[in-house]
């Protein structure tokens, strides 16, 4: 075992032990007195929960849209993945909880988000008892991005997700072998070859249904190519489940 597999252990060790020391006061959000989950009341309140949505690929849809119903995206071309579970749109304040995650080292976020995107799954998930994934995969940094980073967003995420579902984290069986670029710094085009290729996967126990966890869904190119390579490796059902669904862009798809 190289190193590799025991940072994620060692990073939500040194995670835990800050938390147990300094104990948030503050709403992560706008800085009142938290409760709970590190928001304030009203920051709670005003959270962009995901109402309507396509299911296979979480955009949002008219409020008075049919259960069930995809997507015209979707319609033209299904995703590879059999379902996609957004617990926000891609609005603030979750845009800057996520930001401050990524880009500002709060890890602190990535146990709200999780725990709050752990609540809505674990509703979701009632009715469908018995039909659980059996794995779940953090969408995979470059070993060069994480160790400028110190840990993976999605890893961090998922942590609350499996200890409340009670589904075991898998963040071995599939690695991003390509340094891409930052899909966001791309146009659509390129988004989708940026990332062709980028991520390997080998199959092992709890493939035959598993589901993928990420931040944010923009064009969904990135999670595709995950699904895909996971597809490869022999894998069954899998869903794509996610933080945040930003609304598509004009000239995307
Ligand atoms: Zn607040
Ligand atoms: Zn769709």
């Not at 617990?87 to 988000?113: C, D, M, N, S, W």
């Not at 579902?165 to 069986?173: A, C, F, R, W």
Request: glycine share 8%.
């Amino acid at each position: 075992m190289s190193l590799r597999h025991y940072l994620p252990a060692l990073q939500s060790r040194f995670a835990a032990g800050v938390r147990a020391l300094c104990p948030p006061v503050a709403c992560v959000s706008c800085g009142a007195t938290a409760e709970g989950a590190g928001l304030c009341p009203p920051c709670r309140e005003d959270l962009p929960f995901l109402g309507a949505a396509c299911p296979a690929c979480a955009l949002p849809l008219a409020a008075d849209a049919a259960p069930g119903v995809l997507c015209g995206v979707c319609r033209r071309r299904p995703p590879p993945q059999a379902c996609t579970v957004a617990t926000f749109l891609y609005e603030e304040p979750v845009v800057g909880l996520i930001q401050g995650l990524k880009f500002q080292g709060r890890l602190l976020h990535a146990r709200l988000l999780g725990e709050l995107m752990a609540e809505r799954l674990q509703v979701l998930m009632q009715s469908r008892a018995g039909d659980l994934p059996r794995l779940l995969v953090p969408v995979p940094l470059h070993r060069r991005r994480q160790r400028e980073r110190g840990y993976n967003q999605a890893l961090e995420m998922a942590r609350p997700i499996a200890a409340r579902l009670g589904i075991p984290l898998d963040y071995g069986s599939c690695r991003r072998v390509l340094a891409t670029a930052r899909q966001s710094d791309l146009d659509v085009k390129a988004r989708r070859a940026n990332v062709r290729r980028a991520f390997r996967a080998r199959w092992r126990p709890g493939f035959e249904h598993l589901a993928v966890v990420d931040d944010v869904m923009t064009t969904g190119h990135t999670l595709a190519e995950v699904v895909r390579c996971l597809q490869r490796a022999g894998a069954g059902r899998v869903e794509v489940w996610v933080c945040a669904r930003a609304p598509l862009r004009e000239g995307d798809c």
